[in-house]
């Protein structure tokens, strides 16, 4: 069951922009433990892209985005986005994003999580 909303997402160039945004329904955003930046390719698992935690103060991010994403959130819109910079063709697929209020612990683990959106495409091409 649908629960949160992405939107933002499109189609670049490579090394371009797109900034996503996820809008969470005040009774999930108000008990999530975090609230995660997924992202699955064509004939690709799911991967964790971002996390952002209870607070706001701590955020994960995988390896391959250190530096280019940042996960950020605004507690008055119930909204986290993911700024995505120096777009690569590697970072395409769908994006997800998903809430964890049952689980707390890391947040690159998918099955951590109990509510997801339907997701938003990003193309980077080169």
């Known amino acids: 069951q649908v629960q949160l ?10 090394g371009g922009s797109l900034r996503l ?4 329904p005040g009774y999930i955003y108000s008990n999530s433990w975090k609230i995660g930046w997924f992202r699955q390719a ?3 698992e799911r991967e964790a892209v971002a996390a952002i935690f209870r607070g706001g ?5 995988v390896d391959s985005v250190k530096g280019r994403f940042t996960v950020t959130q605004d ?3 119930n909204t986290v986005y993911l700024q995505m910079n120096s777009l690569k063709p590697e970072d ?13 612990g890391p ?4 099955r951590r999580y109990n509510y997801w959106g339907q997701g938003t495409q990003v193309i980077a091409s080169s």
């Open 57 to 61: 103060e701590i955020s994960y991010y």
């Open 42 to 44: 064509p004939g690709k």
């Open 75 to 77: 507690n008055a819109k």
């Open 107 to 110: 947040g690159i683990d998918r």
């Open 21 to 24: 945004s996820c809008a969470v």
């Open 5 to 14: 909303v992405e939107s933002g997402g499109g189609s670049v160039q490579a």
């Open 92 to 104: 395409s697929g769908m994006y997800y994003c998903a809430a964890d209020t049952r689980y707390g």
